[in-house]
C-alpha cells in the first residue's frame, strides 16, 4: 500500500490528507465509462485555503479519449478515469502501476468540479462506518489501507463515504 499511496498523493497532491485512502488491484470502474469532466489544460495546486495561499505545485492535465494523463513538472504521468457519482461529484480512478515493476493497483479521490476550480476529498477508510465497510466487504488490513476490489457498486460505495471537510484545490490557469 505505500507505493499506492505514493503514487496516488502524487495525483491528488494531499500527502498530509491522504493517509487512509482507498485502493484496489484491479480497476473497479470500467475504463471505457469514464467521461469528460475536468478541462485540459495547467493547474496550480492548493493544499490550503486563504487569501496568501501559494500553489504547492503546477500540473498539466491533458485529455485522450475518456482517459486523462496528469504530467506533473518533472514529466512523470498517471492515467486517471473520472466516473460520475451523487451531487455531481466525481470518483477520479488513479493508475497508479509502476512502469519497469510489477507493482499495479488503483487509488481513488472524489472531485467536486466548478469551472476553472476543482475540490480535491479524499475519504479516509478508518474515519469511516467499520460496520458498513465490512456489510460492503471492504478488505481493512488496518486503518490505512482499506482495498475495495469486493466492493460490488463502487459508484454508491463512494458516494456515502465520509471525506475530509477541507479539500485540496486545483485551479486552472
Do not use: W
Not at 20 to 29: K, L
Not at 37 to 43: Q, S, T
Not at 117 to 138: H, N, T
Request: proline residues 5%; aromatic residues 10%.
Amino acid at each position: 500500500m505505500q507505493g499506492l499511496m505514493k503514487r496516488i498523493v502524487f495525483v491528488a497532491l494531499l500527502s498530509t490528507l491522504l493517509t487512509g485512502c482507498f485502493g484496489s488491484n484491479r480497476p473497479m470502474f470500467p475504463l471505457e465509462s469514464g467521461v469528460r469532466a475536468l478541462e485540459p489544460g495547467r493547474y496550480a495546486m492548493f493544499e490550503i485555503y486563504g487569501p496568501g495561499a501559494k500553489p504547492s505545485e503546477f500540473m498539466d492535465v491533458r485529455q485522450r479519449g475518456n482517459i486523462y494523463e496528469f504530467v506533473n513538472e518533472k514529466g512523470a504521468v498517471n492515467p486517471v478515469t473520472f466516473h460520475p457519482i451523487a451531487r455531481g461529484r466525481h470518483v477520479a480512478q488513479v493508475n497508479v502501476a509502476e512502469k519497469g515493476t510489477d507493482k499495479k493497483g488503483y487509488g481513488y479521490a472524489i472531485f467536486e468540479i466548478n469551472g476553472r476550480e476543482v475540490s480535491v476529498y479524499i475519504a479516509e477508510c478508518g474515519k469511516q462506518d467499520q460496520a458498513m465497510l465490512k456489510a460492503a466487504r471492504v478488505d481493512i488490513r488496518d486503518k490505512y489501507e482499506c482495498y475495495i476490489d469486493n466492493v460490488a457498486d463502487p459508484a454508491a460505495f463512494f458516494a456515502n463515504l465520509k471525506h475530509n471537510d477541507k479539500p485540496a484545490r486545483m485551479v486552472r490557469q
